[in-house]
């Protein structure tokens, strides 16, 4: 009997260490942004969209339900390398231009500056878009062994050019010989090469913050002609870039697969923010309004995670997730303990076995600053939104606009102060369709003291004039580093 017990008790100490052996395997990680994707322009949801690859991952993996981003591009991208909420750590205005003297704060160890503690090679390839005026704001001196890319926000998807001059660069130097080679291809390109340069005795990260779908409406004619039914010409493009970013998807899987990584991938994929309605045609469609606004169209981003560590797949995960849980939940992914005196909170748990989300509420956004005219206030509890005052630019909901007409949106004009509030229970009304202020001033009154409380650990928004000293001529014709 003692035997047998011993036996049994041996047997199970085996199987835990066994257990133990495999979740201490740590996963390659590759986290995809896609830039300015709207809820409702990937196949899995709107079946007019071409995109086989985006689908097929979501589909094998998980497609999470309620993954808020930022209502626009730095604050979002700062929050997933940092964890921190934007508002707390000063990037909570706006999007920085290239020309300012600012980066998202030093203060903070990024992302794949801790995943290297961990042993990971890391890698980065797009659009960084975090400020660049001294060398330490930029990739290579914030985690990344390889980048390539561009450092601003935007630009033309060609010729690699904003404001008169060449945003480009492979690692420190200026990266000449990809005019006319398309921002997509280029970038997948990259990711590619480093996938296949990789010794599998590390692990290996790879950030890919794509320029796609990004303005300016772009694409190789090939792709837009993948779409001959939108007559919409903007619409028509935008689709065929969208498609683009899903064949580059389609590429970074095989490369991993023709290396023998694929099994030990975690696939992250992201937008930054709801789609931009604004001259960019993309489509939230059924959510209300887009970028720039801190409804749900502008903050519930498209998003799934797929891999074999994932214990629970092939279903829509409902929990809440917040950009600033990526640091911690990928670190924890990749056997690290994650940093906790920041705003993050671990999701491994919750996303590989489908458990409740460690989360119940966050900060859409705090943002006082006044020029230009983005300053937003929303908070969410439990199943309850409220926003203060501007809610962003425009609103309404809008169906994919594949008509010659372009599409009217209804703009709100900027205004000051926290008020009118808004409620919405996001739960029972995802659609914000019905504003309850009136019915419930007491979840009024204590969502605004929670925001009140938040308010409090607001770091002004460092949002300092374009420096004179930044003009790229001083830098051989390319924006580079040096003016801060
Ligand atoms: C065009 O828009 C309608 C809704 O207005 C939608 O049902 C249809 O699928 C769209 N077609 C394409 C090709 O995007
Ligand atoms: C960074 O740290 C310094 C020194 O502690 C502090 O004064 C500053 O406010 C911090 N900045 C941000 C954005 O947190
Ligand atoms: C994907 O790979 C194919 C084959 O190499 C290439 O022709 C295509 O341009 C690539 N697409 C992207 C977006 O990188
Ligand atoms: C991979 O890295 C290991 C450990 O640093 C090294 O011993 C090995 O030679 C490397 N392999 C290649 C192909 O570079
Ligand atoms: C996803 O969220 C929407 C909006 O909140 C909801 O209507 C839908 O039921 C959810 N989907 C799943 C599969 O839970």
């Known amino acids: 009997m003692a035997f047998l017990n011993k036996a049994i008790f041996l047997l199970v100490v085996l ?58 591009c730095t604050p979002s991208r700062s929050a997933f390398m940092s964890s921190v909420f934007p508002f707390k750590s000063g990037i909570q205005h706006y999007v920085l231009e290239s020309g300012q003297p600012a980066c998202s704060s030093l203060n903070y160890t990024f992302l794949p500056q801790e995943l290297k503690k961990l042993g990971y090679s890391t890698h980065a390839a797009g659009k960084w878009h975090l400020g660049f005026c001294k060398w330490a704001c930029t990739p290579t001196f914030r985690g990344f062994d390889t980048f390539f890319g561009f450092y601003g926000g935007g630009e033309d998807h060609f010729t690699h050019y904003t404001g008169g ?51 300016p409406v772009q694409v190789p004619k090939q792709y837009e002609d993948m779409y001959p039914n939108v007559l919409n010409e903007g619409r028509r493009k935008f689709c065929g870039m969208v498609s683009v970013l899903d064949e580059g998807v389609g590429n ?40 720039h606004t801190v409804y749900e169209g502008g903050t519930r981003g498209t998003a799934f995670v797929h891999g074999s560590m994932l214990q629970k797949t092939q279903y829509t995960y409902n ?45 859409y956004n705090l943002d006082d600053f006044p020029e230009p005219l983005e300053g937003h206030a929303a908070i969410r509890m439990g199943d309850m939104k409220l926003i203060e005052g501007y809610p962003g630019r425009y609103d309404g909901w809008y169906l994919p606009n594949n008509k010659t007409k372009t599409q009217k ?19 029972d009304d995802p659609l914000e369709k019905n504003e309850i202020s009136a019915q419930y001033p007491e979840v009024v009154a204590k969502l605004q003291a929670r925001l009140a409380e938040y308010r409090k650990q607001m770091v002004p928004a460092d949002f300092p004039p374009v420096s004179p000293l930044s003009n790229p001529k001083y830098y051989g014709d390319v924006w580079s580093p040096g003016f801060c």
């Open 319 to 363: 929990g809440m997730i917040h950009a600033v849980d990526w640091m911690p939940t990928i670190i924890s992914a990749a056997g690290g303990t994650p940093i906790t005196d920041r705003d993050g909170m671990d999701q491994w748990d919750s996303l590989q076995s489908g458990s409740p989300s460690k989360r119940s509420e966050f900060v």
């Open 252 to 291: 970074i899987t095989q490369a991993l697969k023709d290396a023998g990584m694929y099994d030990d991938t975690l696939i992250i994929f992201t937008a930054d923010n709801g789609g931009e309605l604004l001259g960019n045609f993309a489509n939230n469609w059924p959510l209300r309004a887009g970028k």
């Open 409 to 427: 949106l209804h703009m709100i004009p900027y205004f000051t102060g926290d008020s009118p509030v808004q409620l919405y229970n996001v739960i």
């Open 165 to 215: 001059y060449l945003d480009y660069r492979d690692q420190f130097l200026p990266a000449t010989e990809y005019k006319n080679v398309f921002s997509a291809m280029a970038h997948t390109e990259h990711a590619v090469r480093a996938i296949k340069n990789h010794n599998q005795s590390q692990p290996f990260f790879l950030y890919m913050p794509y320029q796609v779908v990004h303005a």
């Open 15 to 72: 199987s835990i260490l066994l257990v133990e052996a495999d979740s201490l395997k740590q996963p390659h990680i590759v986290f995809i942004v896609a830039d300015d994707l709207g809820w409702n322009d990937v196949g899995f949801r709107n079946p007019s969209m071409i995109t086989p690859n985006i689908d097929k991952l979501a589909r094998e993996g998980v497609i999470l339900n309620q993954s808020y981003v930022q209502p626009v």
